[in-house]
């Protein structure tokens, strides 16, 4: 028997996408979203609505996306729930420790292990709207203390995911098989 629940924005797992930005005067800016994926080769896209951040990737044509974990998971829901517009010491009562990218006019920030670091394709929809954003990925930064053997290790990260049909954050970081290696059990 299964239940039916219409139209609805469930999909799992749906990464915690932090979206790092800077203002007109340099001020950086982080926000949580959840509805992004990657797109293309080295390209991301997110689906945002109308936030100080659209506002200032339109202005940078930049932006980075890290992966919200563990240890991470308050700062990331407050600066997803606080906007900055509303409170400009939003930063500062995050916690959250910025720097500049080496290859995008973009923060990251400290307590994120993972940052894609992008360049505005597209984003669709007028000013004051928001839009799907389509990013050009132009280097993948990594700390070592998540890398095994020169490679991001999942189970280090402790990437977090959005879970739409309870509205919790859950962990995702234990393997369970081999992609592209698992299914030729039955070829």
Known sequence: MRKDFGPQSQLFPMP????????ENGKPNAMNAAWGAIYDNNQVTISLSDHVTTRNIRKNKAF???LATEETLIASDYVGIVSQAKDPDKMKKSGLKDFKSKFVNAPLFEQYPVTLECEL??????EGEGGTLIGQIVNVSADEKVLTNGK????KLDA?????FTHKYVLCNQVVGSAFKDGMKIK
Do not use: C, F, N, R
Not at 16 to 23: A, F, P, R, S
Not at 160 to 164: E, F, G, L, S
């Open 121 to 126: 394709i597209s984003l669709d929809g007028q």
């Open 152 to 155: 991001v290790d999942i189970e």
């Open 160 to 164: 977090i995911a959005y879970d739409p």
């Open 64 to 66: 980075t996306v890290s």
């Open 16 to 23: 915690v996408l932090i979206i790092g930005t800077y203002d």
